[in-house]
């Protein structure tokens, strides 16, 4: 049996890791689309770069490429997370949250938001 007759292996996880990887850096803002499509493209990118070198797959490229994406939407993801719980944990955060529920009209609560702003910038 020569190299010719032999079946090509197939790598069924490259593709799905790739546009789970796209899809995951489009929508890194969104904790679905950061954090679980990037778990998702890294592990399908991992396991399609495992098939391409055991099984000599193609697609190992696509694989890379939808475990990388899949990394750096989960990374940005992690960090606006991180960001976002310490600015709501913020005394200036609770501070604007206080004089809010206490304005009675827009004028106030715009006198609060410049506020918030001067604490922030300071």
């Not at 190992?60 to 310490?86: C, H, N, P, Q």
């Not at 009675?104 to 702003?117: F, I, L, S, V």
Request: charged share 20%; aromatic share 6%.
């Amino acid at each position: 049996m020569s190299s010719y007759d032999r079946p090509q292996p197939k790598n069924g996880l490259a593709i799905p890791a790739l546009v789970l990887g796209i899809l995951a850096v489009v929508f890194f803002w969104t904790v679905v689309g950061g954090i679980l499509l990037g778990v998702l493209a890294l592990v399908f990118g991992i396991l399609g770069m495992r098939r391409a070198r055991r099984d000599g797959a193609p697609h190992r490229g696509l694989s890379v490429t939808g475990a990388v994406l899949g990394t750096l939407a989960l990374i940005g993801s992690l960090l606006l997370v991180v960001v976002g719980a310490s600015l709501l944990g913020s005394d200036e955060f609770e501070n604007l949250r206080d004089c809010v529920k206490q304005a009675d009209t827009q004028a106030e609560m715009d006198a609060c938001e410049r506020d918030y702003g001067d604490q922030v910038n300071d």
